[in-house]
């Protein structure tokens, strides 16, 4: 029933942005903390940041001051605006239910947005 689509990776150069999109149909969007995990080849899956149903956000210590997450309830899509990337930030980008206040369930694992960060 939930629907879920990454979208806006790309090659990018160092320093150089991208935002990202995570789309989701099928839920009550507006209930949903939402998070942004990577995976990097070789590496686990890690959460880059999140954001709550009322719009309060956290990030990871790497991420912090570069990276934003932001959300708009009418399109339900949740956003991640990327600023000076760094060549470690290459990776697939996903989206996903977070621990939140209300009763919310994870959904299966879309199929990312691919980020490539590279001279």
């Known amino acids: 029933q939930v629907q879920v689509v990454e979208s806006g990776g790309g090659l990018v150069q160092p320093g150089g942005s991208l935002r990202l999109s995570c789309s989701v149909s099928?839920?009550?969007?507006?209930?949903?903390?939402i998070g942004w995990y990577r995976q990097a080849p070789g590496k686990q899956r890690e959460l880059v940041g999140s954001i709550t149903s009322g719009g309060s956000t956290d990030y990871v210590d790497s991420v912090k001051g570069r990276f934003t997450i932001s959300r708009d309830n009418a399109k339900n899509t949740v956003y991640l605006q990327m600023n000076s990337l760094k060549p470690e930030d290459t990776a697939v980008y996903y989206c996903?239910?977070?621990?939140?206040?209300?009763?919310?369930?994870?959904?299966?694992w879309g199929q990312g947005t691919q980020v490539t960060v590279s001279s």
């Open positions: 996903n239910a977070e621990q939140g206040w209300f009763d919310t369930i994870p959904w299966n």
């Open positions: 099928g839920i009550i969007f507006s209930i949903y903390a």
